[in-house]
């Protein structure tokens, strides 16, 4: 997932986190910077490895912090495996 800093100024990314929907949580989450200048973007990784009976669909809520505040970005995954 591609994340994007649409503001005038520079904002710093806290710690991501999932919460999970449907199905089961992704792996470790990823953030490849943590700062963002006007108009940059950086890379949201995580490991979607199914094992065996855990096929199906899963849905997850990604929740990024932005700056010293409470805000808060918030993304969705959805995927269906099937084996």
């Known amino acids: 997932m591609r994340v994007a800093c649409p503001h005038l100024v520079a904002i710093e990314l806290g710690e991501p986190h999932a ?32 094992h065996v009976g ?12 932005v700056g010293e505040g409470d805000d808060v970005l918030e993304l969705f995954a959805r995927g269906d495996f099937r084996g």
């Open 19 to 50: 919460s999970v929907i449907e199905g089961c949580c992704p792996g470790p989450l990823e953030l490849a910077a943590s700062r963002l200048e006007p108009g940059s973007s950086t890379e949201l990784s995580f490991p979607l490895q199914m």
């Open 54 to 65: 855990m096929d199906g669909p899963h849905l997850f809520a990604v929740h990024v912090p």
